[in-house]
């Protein structure tokens, strides 16, 4: 499975409304962080479970069902998590 | 002292610490260079910041003490604000240039 797939497998416990990852990891050849290998994604994410909660938190929940994942597969990560009122 | 120490030290011996990779003359990431913009742009004077590549045990040991995996990591008066998304959405509200006049 690929790392995007893996991704989008983990984020599914959040049920979220729509998923929309982007893969820049191009846009970072070269430069330091990238000689580690890590991937950059952009992400933004829609799910009703992050109602209620600040922005800190809703990151906080993604990272957590990411878990491994960001500990070096994934070498940065751009957030922007919504709720389906909030789109 | 341990790495933790160190860094409990650090975010409480300055109002304003950004934990980042390079320098704010040099940043070696992109979104280190957007945290330190943003922050520029607040007019934060007395910006401490913490170079991460320095310092392979600040760069893990800071993942550990918010339970934050990335880096940038800004805080203010020793607590945890967020990384450059978070510090983003707050400037764009205004939130941020709220937190840093009244706390710092």
């Not at chain 1, 797939?5 to 409304?17: G, V």
């Not at chain 2, 910006?47 to 918010?66: F, M, S």
Request: proline letters at 5%; charged letters at 20%.
């Amino acid at each position: 499975m690929n790392l995007a797939a893996a991704i989008h497998e983990r984020l599914e416990t959040l049920s979220p409304e729509s998923i929309d990852l982007v893969d820049e990891s191009g846009q970072h050849v070269g430069h330091a962080g990238a000689a580690s290998g890590g991937s950059h994604f952009n992400l933004t994410i829609v799910s009703a479970q992050f109602a209620g909660m600040g922005t800190l938190a809703r990151h906080r929940k993604i990272y957590a069902v990411l878990g491994p994942l960001m500990q070096r597969e994934i070498h940065a990560l751009a957030i922007r998590a919504l709720t389906p009122d909030e789109l | 002292m341990d790495t933790k120490e160190r860094i409990q030290q650090t975010v409480t011996g300055h109002p304003v610490v950004l934990f980042m990779k390079g320098t704010p003359d040099f940043p070696m990431c992109g979104f280190s260079a957007s945290a330190v913009q943003i922050l520029d742009t607040c007019g934060v004077k007395a910006l401490h910041t913490v170079n991460v590549l320095d310092d392979p045990e600040v760069r893990q040991g800071i993942k550990d003490y918010a339970n934050w995996p990335t880096i940038p990591q800004l805080y203010v008066n020793g607590e945890f604000v967020g990384g450059s998304d978070i510090m983003k959405e707050m400037y764009q509200s205004g939130e941020l240039q709220k937190l840093l006049e009244e706390k710092a």
